[in-house]
């Protein structure tokens, strides 16, 4: 039993003479690698181009700015999607302003705008419910 096999040995002299792969150079590293790469693209892509439809412009900026009004029981809905089937996320008096980026029509055709409320509320408003302001 304590007899060595000769293969073992050579397996041995076989490990400790060649050089081990680099772990980049395997299929998980380059995996690893092309992962971090596509991850480091996401978050530069994020840092320059933004959120497009204006929900987060500075407060001050008058050309985002819109008034709550039109609304036949005193409020306008801010819903979590661009149509009266989104979940009602707070109610905005009439009178009171927003900011909102662009309206973009759902897929019925009537045009919604991705907005923020004071409160820091952000949703979607109706725009035949709101005026420029």
């Known amino acids: 039993m304590g007899a060595e096999h000769p293969q073992t040995t050579e ?7 060649t050089p081990r ?5 395997t299929l998980p590293g380059i995996l690893t690698a092309a992962g971090t ?3 480091g693209l996401t978050g530069l892509a994020a840092v320059f ?3 497009r439809d204006g929900a ?3 407060a001050g900026a008058a050309s985002d700015r819109y008034i709550a009004s ?6 306008v809905a801010m819903r ?12 905005i008096s009439v009178g009171n302003s927003v900011r909102c980026g662009t309206a973009h029509p759902n897929d019925k055709g009537y045009p919604w705008r991705r907005c923020k409320d004071d409160e820091g509320h952000t ?8 005026e420029k302001g």
Do not use: M, Q
Request: net charge neutral; charged share 20%.
């Open 11 to 17: 397996v041995e002299a076989h490990k400790a003479t």
């Open 21 to 25: 792969e680099s772990f980049w150079r």
């Open 37 to 39: 790469f596509l991850a």
């Open 49 to 51: 181009f933004g959120n």
């Open 56 to 58: 987060s412009a500075p």
């Open 70 to 75: 039109k609304a036949p029981d005193g409020f």
């Open 80 to 91: 979590t999607l661009p149509s009266k089937d989104g979940v009602l996320i707070t109610k």
């Open 123 to 130: 949703g979607y408003v109706s725009d035949i419910y709101l």
